[in-house]
């Protein structure tokens, strides 16, 4: 992924209005350019929003204030392959857009509004550079979600396969007990997953579940066993215990972008998805801050590891915790209640369980 892209896909930052995003007030002053970054750079498939703006700030994830935006464009912030970023400096600041065959000049009238009147153009999302890869994150886009282990426990339940089958997938018939399901209705099957933990109250705070089929209710007794004709399976077996109930919508936004986080509290890692130990950038991780903290798409949080403890030679050996120290960042791209998803933008060091988590600074 290179910065340059990264810089073009958080222009893609949705409902800007503004004629150039504000630069931070003066306890929050504006981010640095870095020495190298090119005046110029054309945007090649396969670049990311966060890449690309890696490549010219210093602090990445403050894109917008540096980012020079057309009204007359519905999303101002879309860039696409073999668009041409420039930086220009404009009344005094260094501002970052696509360049439309002026140069500069053209960056200036789009900030000043001196483009001839004409309709609003509504822009496709379609190619645009995203913010990060998403095929690092489609499995858990897809069927993959959150939710409360109370709820879950009382769904109905899958009892058997019509014949008798260990593995049920598309085209068979199964089973389901529990409350009567409506006739003609399309359900989800769902298998049970992670359950997570909050690593400091130690009570539950959701159930991760993966949905493996959709069966139409085909009939349905008076005791509560329905029949579902499996139309439908997602690259794993129907199996007796599976839960059944309508299929959640676990849709995003087609694009997100970037921003520094402003969540009610730190949060930690709590699990490194697909079964491994550690993170590095590209993996995905669960954190224990969702809506209910104010975590949502875009948000970047600064990764800490804790100190070591060493022993104070010169105090009788006494062990001390050195400072904890910023191993990386990552970006939510999920949300639930109380858990989040999260794409390593960035690490120094190996991340995992544990880890601390908090909004990047502003200096």
């Known amino acids: 992924m290179s910065f340059k892209a990264l810089v073009k896909a958080l222009l893609m930052t949705a409902f800007s209005s503004a004629l150039w995003l504000p630069t931070a007030h003066a306890n929050n002053p504006p981010p640095t ?43 101002p912030h879309l860039i696409y392959p073999n668009d041409v970023l420039i930086l220009c400096i404009i009344q005094g600041k260094t501002l970052l857009g696509v360049d439309t065959g002026e140069g500069c000049a053209g960056i200036e009238k789009q900030l000043n509004g001196g483009l001839p009147a004409r309709p609003v153009t509504v822009t496709s999302t379609v190619n645009s550079i995203p913010a990060i890869p998403r095929s690092a994150i489609q499995h858990w886009l897809d069927k993959t979600t959150i939710v409360n282990p109370k709820d879950f426990n009382t769904t109905p339940y899958i009892l058997a396969s019509k014949n008798r089958n260990l593995i049920t997938a598309s085209g068979d018939t199964v089973y389901a007990k529990g409350v009567a399901l409506i006739v003609g209705q399309n359900y989800g099957v769902y298998r049970q997953g992670e359950r997570y933990v ?7 705070i959701g159930l991760e579940v993966t949905q493996v089929a959709t069966g139409r209710v085909t009939s349905s007794t008076p005791e509560g066993v329905s029949s579902l004709h499996l139309n439908a399976s997602y690259g794993k077996e129907v199996r007796e215990g599976d839960r059944v109930f309508v299929e959640l919508n676990n849709s995003i936004a087609p694009v997100f972008y970037p921003k520094p986080a402003t969540v009610s509290r730190g949060g930690t890692i709590v699990r490194v998805m697909d079964s491994i ?10 954190i224990n801050l969702g809506t209910r903290q104010g975590a949502k798409l875009g948000d970047v949080l600064t990764v800490y590891q804790k100190g070591p403890l060493v022993r104070d030679t010169i105090d009788n050996d006494n062990p001390v915790r050195l400072p904890s120290e910023l191993s990386g960042m990552v970006m939510v791209f999920n949300s639930f209640a109380d858990i989040s998803y999260a ?7 190996p991340l995992g369980v544990g880890d601390q988590l908090l909004p990047p600074p502003h200096l």
């Open 198 to 204: 909050d690593p400091k109250t130690k009570t539950v």
């Open 277 to 286: 130990s550690s993170a590095a950038r590209g993996s995905v991780v669960a």
């Open 343 to 349: 794409y390593v933008l960035s690490s120094d060091l």
């Open 33 to 75: 350019i870095k020495a190298d970054a090119p005046n110029r750079y054309i945007v090649k498939k396969g670049d990311t929003l966060w890449d690309i703006s890696g490549r010219y700030l210093d602090s990445p994830w403050r894109w917008k204030d540096i980012w020079a935006t057309n009204t007359q464009i519905k999303n």
